[in-house]
């Protein structure tokens, strides 16, 4: 019987490949074909991957959807991704005209984003592993939204507070009566949330949706407006947010694996937790969000 394994990339090749909902560019180090699916069997082609200027501690195993040609349609694809995605930095205007001491003013800036950078890059790194289905989730998210121009209908039930309660009823019997832990990262993923969802977790095209719902809902936090969609998001962003802490390694490696474990629950629970339809937005919505 003839080979049937078909492999669409070649080791050595660059390719672009998705890292949660953004593209980066990679380079395929080792080609193999596995169960993808274990209970039904299905196999397909993965595909070991490094991400250009990142670390070897960032190289993983991907499936053949998560790898694009690298080519100007997907370059593209890249570019429009990164400019929608919540989080860009915004340029900081430039003044005109300079004096000595303004040079030295930014040379004393720049010493200081040096050391920062510096400080940063030894600093523990945590890697947070989002399942694939919930990055399909995230893709379908982005496009629901800056392509379909759809809404996610607020408030949300379940709302991330009752999410993050319902994963704590479900590990009741294995976490004992006293783990500290568990329940300070619970807590802290509230936090992180409703501290990060204005600034960090929003489309441009969700940011007037945000100012009415907020209006309405004056006396309720945000992790008790919106839902697994917008926290799915955060997790996206904790390793950035994480690596900006003093958590020593230890620290870091207790809170990745309780949130391995939220996102393990969050991916065999997604049905009850994740939209399968967004709403699509009102023509009067859309026009003030274009004005």
């Known amino acids: 019987m003839a080979n049937k394994r078909q492999m669409t990339f070649e080791t050595n090749e660059n390719v672009l490949c998705f890292h949660g909902p953004l593209l980066y560019e990679a380079k395929i180090l080792k080609t193999d074909w596995r169960v993808l699916d274990p209970p039904h069997g299905d196999e397909g082609p993965v595909y070991l991957v490094h991400y250009r ?59 200081t984003s040096v050391d920062k950078e510096e400080e940063f890059t030894k600093r523990p790194e945590i890697k947070v592993p989002i399942p694939d289905s919930l990055k399909a989730q995230l893709v379908d998210d982005w496009e629901n939204i800056t392509k379909h121009q759809q809404l996610v209908p607020l408030p949300r039930t379940p709302n991330v507070v009752q999410i993050l309660d319902m994963y704590r009823d479900s590990k009741k019997d294995k976490k004992g009566k006293s783990d500290e832990i568990f329940q300070e990262v619970l807590s802290g993923i509230k936090t992180y949330f409703d501290k990060c969802l204005g600034n960090l977790l929003l489309y441009r095209f969700e940011r007037q949706q945000y100012v009415d719902i907020r209006k309405r809902n004056t006396g ?6 919106y839902g697994g969609e917008h926290l799915l998001r955060l997790f996206v962003q904790f390793p950035m947010l994480i690596a900006h802490t003093q958590m020593d390694q230890d620290s870091i490696n207790a809170l990745r694996e309780n949130l391995v474990d939220v996102l393990k629950w969050m991916q065999k629970n997604h049905k009850e937790l994740l939209l399968s339809e967004y709403e699509n937005a009102s023509p009067a919505y859309q026009s003030i969000v274009k004005s």
């Not at 070897?56 to 053949?64: H, K, L, Y």
């Not at 309720?220 to 407006?225: P, R, T």
Request: proline fraction near 5%.
């Open 53 to 111: 200027g990142w670390k070897q501690t960032w190289d993983e195993w991907v499936p053949e959807s998560r790898a694009l040609k690298m080519n100007e349609a997907n370059l593209a694809k890249q570019a429009s991704l990164k400019e929608s995605y919540p989080g860009k930095k915004k340029a900081v205007p430039k003044t005109s005209g300079t004096t000595e001491s303004s040079d030295r003013g930014k040379k004393r800036a720049k010493d």
């Open 220 to 225: 309720k936090e945000d992790s008790e407006i």
